[in-house]
T-cell receptor
């Protein structure tokens, strides 16, 4: 079955700098890759997603890139702000199979 | 406000107790999910209900018993739990099972501690 690895587990960046979180997946047939943000005391919330027929997607300060050949995808957050501090989860899915999550990255934005 | 509520938010129980977790969604969705979230582990899918029918049981021990009386409500009945069952239990809903894009809306979770 699908396996999703996520790195790093913890990331600290200075406010205003960029943050990058990387994930790899094992099943080359996976074709949908969502990213979730989980703030303290809340459940995860979808922030951006990408399908396998697209190499990059952007939404304001957040972007996701996908390299199907290497089977990895990344989340990029530019001009980080204090409210970006949270745990971020990547996930992968094949067709209408269940979604498989990474272990999460705790992002700290330093003042 | 995500439209998915969970009660209680915190629960402490002994191994011999019986308790229930409740989830309610106000989004008109037809699929509901239970997940277990433990520290430093990926979110673990437990159960899926689609139009009130259970469609997935991800090899969950029988001490966890789900119930979905209608598309808006989901329960997780707990009995004779073990300390390793302590975790955050998340409920989610979506328009239908495994909808694409993945429009699962998560509740805030119930933090369960088993003594």
């Amino acid at each position: 079955g699908e396996n999703v690895e996520q790195h790093p587990s913890t990331l600290s960046v200075q406010e205003g700098d960029s943050a990058v979180i990387k994930c790899t997946y094992s099943d080359s047939a996976s074709n949908y890759f969502p990213w979730y943000k989980q703030e303290l005391g809340k459940g995860p919330q979808l922030i951006i997603d990408i399908r396998s027929n697209v190499g990059e997607k952007k939404d304001q300060r957040i972007a996701v890139t996908l390299n199907k050949t290497a089977k990895h995808f990344s989340l990029h957050i530019t001009e980080t702000q204090p409210e970006d501090s949270a745990v971020y989860f990547c996930a992968a899915r094949k067709g209408d199979d269940k979604i498989i999550f990474g272990k999460g990255t705790r992002l700290h934005i330093l003042p | 406000e995500t439209g998915v509520t969970q009660t209680p938010r915190h629960l402490v129980m002994g191994m011999t107790n019986k308790k229930s977790l409740k989830c309610e969604q106000h989004l008109g969705h037809n699929a509901m999910y239970w997940y277990k979230q433990s520290a430093k582990k990926p979110l673990e899918l437990m159960f899926v209900y689609n139009f009130k029918e259970q469609t997935e049981n991800n090899s969950v021990p029988s001490r966890f018993s789900p119930e979905c009386p209608n598309s808006s409500h989901l329960f997780l009945h707990l009995h004779t739990l073990q300390p390793e069952d302590s975790a955050l239990y998340l409920c989610a809903s979506s328009p239908y099972e495994w909808a694409v894009p993945d429009t699962q809306y998560f509740g805030p979770g119930t933090r369960l501690t088993v003594l």
